[in-house]
């Protein structure tokens, strides 16, 4: 099994792209988990959505087409998420309802210094995939409250408690996944 996971943060020492990181070290044996940014993408245009897409947009539309589900991690600005990771799915939902994204498995986790942990981005997150057509792992939202608290100094998760609950969440959405492919 293929999963992709994106990081819909930019900032160097990124809690959801560390928590990206740590999801990399609980695959299972024959499930590889395959991280890229949203930095790279220009912002969305109907103007640049031609045959010829820009190069960091092909490589993101191959690798959401190749990948069996996609895992985002966002953080949470201003009870919403990111406005890069809303590009990349800008960019992926094309063309509509036949889109790389139309009918992919998905999940969500999110990782925040708030005691929220991220729970308000990922219902924002949620509406808007449903408009893709991307199924949402049906299971309750992965948040990662006080994150500053759970991640070392080098940015490693370090949190036990952390680190079981997201082996746990990931092993459900690679379950899930096999469920909706029929294996």
Excluded at 117 to 142: D, E, K, N, Y
Excluded at 152 to 181: C, S
Aim: proline content about 6%; aromatic content about 8%; overall charge neutral.
């Amino acid at each position: 099994m293929k999963l992709l996971g994106i990081s819909g943060s930019l900032r160097k020492g990124s809690y959801n792209t560390a928590l990206l990181e740590a999801t990399v070290g609980l695959m299972p044996e024959g499930v590889e988990l395959t991280l890229i940014g949203c930095g790279e993408l220009p912002h969305y245009s109907k103007d640049l959505d031609t045959d010829s897409k820009p190069e960091a947009v092909l490589h993101l539309l191959q690798a959401v087409r190749y990948s069996d589900g996609v895992l985002f991690a966002t953080p949470e600005y201003n009870y919403s998420f990111s406005g890069v990771l809303k590009n990349a799915i800008d960019w992926a939902s094309r063309p509509a309802y036949k889109s790389v994204l139309a009918g992919k498995p998905v999940a969500i986790v999110s990782a925040s210094q708030s005691h929220v942990g991220g729970a308000r981005a990922q219902a924002h997150l949620q509406q808007v995939l449903s408009a893709t057509l991307s199924p949402v792992v049906p299971a309750p939202p992965f948040v990662v409250p006080m994150a500053q608290e759970k991640f070392d100094g080098n940015g490693l998760l370090a949190d036990e408690d952390t680190k079981r609950r997201l082996a746990r969440y990931i092993a459900d959405f690679i379950h899930w996944v096999n469920r909706l492919a029929g294996r």
